[in-house]
């Protein structure tokens, strides 16, 4: 059984900065991709950022890009969400998710594992 513990969450300003991070148990964590989503209130839980297994590879939904940086460290089993000039819409509850495989995905059906999620929110 895998478990993913998500931390960092908080309240922030308008333009300030989060960084998220997700411990996971188990010791095949290089074994897969990670991803990290949100949800934010009356609304579906969505893509944020991805990545690989090595974490050479990453891929960003287009109202994150140039904003937020995923990270992960693979000797820490630890992932990691970097959110920079963090906006009022931003606001949603993080969850990290274990992809199905190596390869990152936007799809959450393509993920097996969920963290129980750390609430966001900016204040404009």
């Known amino acids: 059984q895998v478990q993913l513990v998500e931390s960092g969450g908080g309240l922030v300003q308008a333009g300030g900065s989060l960084r998220l991070s997700c411990a996971a148990s188990g010791r095949t964590f290089s074994s897969y991709a990670m991803g990290w989503f949100r949800q934010a209130p009356g609304k579906e839980r969505g893509f944020v950022a991805a990545?690989?297994?090595?974490?050479?590879?990453?891929d960003y939904a287009d109202s994150v890009k140039g904003r937020f940086t995923i990270s992960r460290d693979n000797a820490k089993n630890t992932v990691y969400l970097q959110m920079n000039s963090l906006k009022a819409e931003d606001t949603a509850v993080y969850y990290c998710?274990?992809?199905?495989?190596?390869?990152?995905?936007?799809?959450?059906?393509?993920?097996?594992?969920w963290g129980q999620g750390t609430q966001v929110t900016v204040s404009s």
């Open positions: 998710a274990r992809s199905l495989s190596i390869y990152d995905s936007r799809d959450p059906a393509r993920y097996d594992y």
């Open positions: 990545v690989n297994w090595s974490g050479r590879t990453t």
